[in-house]
């Protein structure tokens, strides 16, 4: 049976960049090895220009009947002084949350051939396959109170609460500790327990709930020395396990490792195995409607998408296959080119891609 995808293409280079993973989506699904219907929605700053509303009803009514959906990015300057865009129920927040979305995997694996383009010196990070499992509808982003108040003295005072409850950290620990017993055996959990009481429950939890994985290593981490240790030694790490707000940060920061943000995938999974995938990435205003932007996060976010939602594993590895062959063709965006390399512009990333799948 013919499955859904909602695509969600946004702001910014969001369309630019789904445009690519469509294509491919497209190749895929003229030869025969997918059978998807795909269906286009409004979300973000495009959605707030045509309805007044970051997240349309139909939007989300859209997202929960399909299979899966695909997202670029969503955001810019345009839009961000608005206070609605930061309403936790609207939005990406609201997609994420009203889709229960609530395990983020963010694999930051470095293609051999991008070790030019890695900030780090190659015997720090040849080989580095590490997978930051974030989780994604809780903590601070969603804790309620929230807002900014005046004071009966008239000044004003800006609050964020955090908050996770024990289930929520079980389960997302779960996640991480299931794939973990399929790869290395190690995870790092990461928190600040050291001040925060609400990770120090995070700590109690994933200790507590790692005794049911036997043969699992589980060490724990403060969130400020691993920000530190992503940058010294990141093949310390297999897995790593954390909540919203460390994850949304570490992600970028172990995203450059790989040689751009633009090469990191994702894919946000709910407990019924629906997901939404995208790139970890933002609507990167600064170079957006140039046609520079690296398509390879949002085609990579799609063999993630044919691997957990879709069923077709053997497929996605096709997909990552492909990227691997256009990296040795030689093939560069400009976030990624060093010497030697032919640049080349998003659309025809995308090309070289779906031209190598069949290859
Ligand atoms: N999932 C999402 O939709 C998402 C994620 C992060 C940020 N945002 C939003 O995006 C907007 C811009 O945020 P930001 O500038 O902090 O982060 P960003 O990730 O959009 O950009 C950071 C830097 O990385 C570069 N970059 C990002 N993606 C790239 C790609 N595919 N190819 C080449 N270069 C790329 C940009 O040009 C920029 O210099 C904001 O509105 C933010 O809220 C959205
Ligand atoms: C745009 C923003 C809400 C989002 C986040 O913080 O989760 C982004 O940074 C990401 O990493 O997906
Ligand atoms: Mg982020």
Known sequence: ???????????????????????????????GAIDVTLEEALVGGAAYDAYGDP????????????DAVLLGAVGGPKWEPLPISKRPEKGLLGLRSGLGLFANLRPAVLYPQLI???????EIVSGLDLLIVRE??????????RGVETLPSGERRGLNTMVYTESEIERICRVAFDIAMQRGKKVCSVDKANVLECTELWREVATKTAADYPGLQLSHMYVDNAAMQLVRAPKQFDVIVTGNLFGDILSDCAAMLTGSI?????????AQGQGMYEPIHGSA????????ANPLATILSVALMLRHSLGA?????RIETAVSKVLDQGLRTADILSEGMRRVG??????????????
């Open 136 to 145: 994604l509808t809780g903590d601070i982003y969603f804790g309620q109170p």
């Open 313 to 317: 594993p053997e497929v996605a590895e």
């Open 262 to 270: 633009g090469m990191l995938p994702s894919a946000s999974l709910n």
């Open 1 to 31: 049976m013919s499955k859904k995808i909602l695509v969600l293409a946004g702001d910014g280079i969001g369309p630019e960049i789904v445009a690519e993973a469509v294509k491919v989506l497209k190749a895929l699904q003229a030869e």
């Open 116 to 122: 030019a383009a890695s900030t780090l010196k190659p």
């Open 285 to 292: 205003p600064d170079i957006a409607g140039r046609g520079i």
């Open 346 to 359: 998003t659309a025809e990333m995308g090309d070289a891609v779906v031209a190598a799948l069949s290859a």
């Open 55 to 66: 997240l349309p009803e139909e939007t989300l009514t859209a997202a929960k009947a399909s």
